[in-house]
């Protein structure tokens, strides 16, 4: 098996596997996808450190067609008459698995755009830094009487794809992401960030900022559900983002009819201050400029303006509506349940405003200040009506100030309709990758006023 120092390959070494897999195979077309990640984790719980464990693993994947017939299939070992092997399953997979009418239009070879994503920190980084800095969140909250719980990711990763046109692409890069809630007497707070630096990942005033969400939570009053103004912390509008994107913006949701997308493009659908976009070369994300087919990446309009532009495509949705790739082929290292919703976007943005959340605050006369939604699932995936719950922390806000904390709702609203009744749009965005899909969000507060709560807890 080749050597892989920190998890990683290298550019030279992928290529060499690449080659070797394609010559093993005799078919019209083949291409191979190779995956590899190093990962350290560092899980915390009542402000002590449960687990703290090292992964690596790597993976080839291939997959060919001959005439109307294909066959996938993958393996972790990168010795020849292992590559050999895998050649020669897809071959009996191949033989045996029915006609279709798919025919690939394999990438060509093309200059792919590099961004550095690689943070030299986080390849370096070890278990007991992490464990170092998880502990001055826990004795933080210890001295306040305080739980803390999470986890401290930090992994390095990398992607090659090479077809039999000989189009090859290769890029390696880090991503870090800290994640904690902290109890106080039933109250929590919650604090969440990511970013490709480890440096981007500010541990300790994390921890600070779940903290203070958790006092500030104290003795919460109970409120009966109504329509209300709202002001979103990122992390909630992050929600309002992933829902819209999975399985919203996704081509496939779009040509099937099945996306809010499909009968809006052209339409002002949104408030003029919003803007979305998904793009895989912006280095302030987590960047990758190619997709696991190879296409490369871009910046690609969802809505400029409030008008709703498309969504994302991969190979096989962009040939159903006879355009290109857009870059968005979900890897085939998701399994199945996941890789059905591909293609999606990966790396979304949303436009900053210029206003802070303390004057979003101010300029409400009253409403609820929300730091998350919780256990969010569509209803009405049309018009992307979702619903689910608030967490960690709800404010009341009268006369432009916080009253106290009050009981979390249970909400059902369409989010194409909360991201038109926008308001403000914070100046500051957050950055985070989901746990789900490993997609990359930067989102700023909102306030949003009508936002239709159905329920209360007791």
């Given amino acids: 098996m080749a050597e892989m120092k920190h998890g990683m390959l290298g550019e030279a070494e992928s290529k060499s596997i690449a080659d070797q897999t394609l010559k093993s195979m005799s078919s019209d077309a083949a291409e191979v996808v190779i995956s590899s990640k190093s990962s ?35 393996t972790n070992a990168l010795d020849e008459a292992s590559l050999k092997e895998l050649a020669d399953r897809v071959a009996e ?13 394999l990438s060509q070879p093309t200059d792919l755009s590099s961004v550095a994503s690689l943070d030299q920190a986080a390849v370096e980084q070890t278990p007991q830094a992490r464990a170092e800095a998880v502990a001055q969140v826990c004795e933080a909250a210890a001295k306040q009487n305080q739980e803390a719980y999470g986890a401290y990711l930090v992994e390095t990763n990398e992607l090659a794809v090479a077809n039999s046109e000989g189009h090859f692409g290769h890029h390696a890069g880090s991503m870090a992401d800290f994640q904690t809630v902290v109890r106080n007497n039933g109250a929590s707070g919650w604090a969440q960030a990511s970013s490709w630096k480890l440096d981007g990942v500010p541990v300790q005033s994390l921890g600070e900022e779940a903290s203070r969400k958790a006092t500030d939570g104290a003795d919460p009053r109970s409120m009966e559900p109504e329509l209300i103004t709202v002001v979103l912390d990122p992390y909630a509008t992050v929600d309002l983002l992933q829902m819209l994107g999975l399985p919203g913006m996704s081509g496939r949701a779009i040509v099937e009819g099945r996306s809010w997308i499909s009968e809006r ?32 990446k871009q910046r690609l309009e969802i809505v400029r303006e409030g008008v709703v532009k ?20 979900l890897s085939p290292d998701f399994p199945p349940m996941i890789r ?3 293609p999606l976007p990966t790396n979304l943005f949303m436009a900053p405003g210029d ?25 009405h995936p049309r018009d992307c009506v979702v619903t689910g719950m608030t967490r960690d922390g709800v404010y009341l806000i009268e006369n432009g100030e916080i009253q106290g904390a009050v009981k979390d ?32 969000v930067s989102a700023p507060a909102v306030k949003i006023r009508d936002f239709r709560f159905t329920g209360a807890t007791v």
């Avoid at 560092?42 to 090292?54: I, L």
């Avoid at 052209?266 to 895989?280: F, K, P, T």
């Avoid at 004057?359 to 730091?371: A, Q």
């Avoid at 059902?412 to 985070?432: D, F, H, K, W």
């Fill in 93 to 105: 997979i191949m033989a045996l698995s029915p006609e279709s009418d798919e025919s690939p239009t």
């Fill in 340 to 342: 059905m919703y591909s």
């Fill in 409 to 440: 709702f249970r909400f059902t609203q369409s989010y194409v309709e909360a991201l038109n009744n926008v308001e403000a749009i914070g100046s500051e965005t957050r950055l985070i990758v989901d746990d789900f899909l490993r997609a990359a």
């Fill in 265 to 296: 493009i052209g339409q002002q659908s949104m408030n003029e201050a919003v803007s979305i976009w998904d793009d895989g070369l912006d280095a302030s994300g987590v960047p990758q400029p190619f997709d696991s087919e190879g296409a490369p």
């Fill in 310 to 329: 498309g969504g994302v495509y991969d190979r096989e949705t962009a040939a159903q509506q006879n355009i290109e790739s857009t870059g968005h082929a």
């Fill in 355 to 379: 206003q802070s959340t303390r004057e979003m605050i101010e300029s409400t006369d009253r409403g609820l200040y929300i730091t998350r939604f919780h256990y969010t699932r569509h209803v």
């Fill in 40 to 74: 350290g984790l560092t899980r915390f719980y009542k402000n002590s450190v449960h687990q703290n464990v090292e992964e690596k693993e790597v993976r080839v994947h291939l997959r060919a067609w001959a005439g109307a017939r294909s066959g996938a299939a993958s």
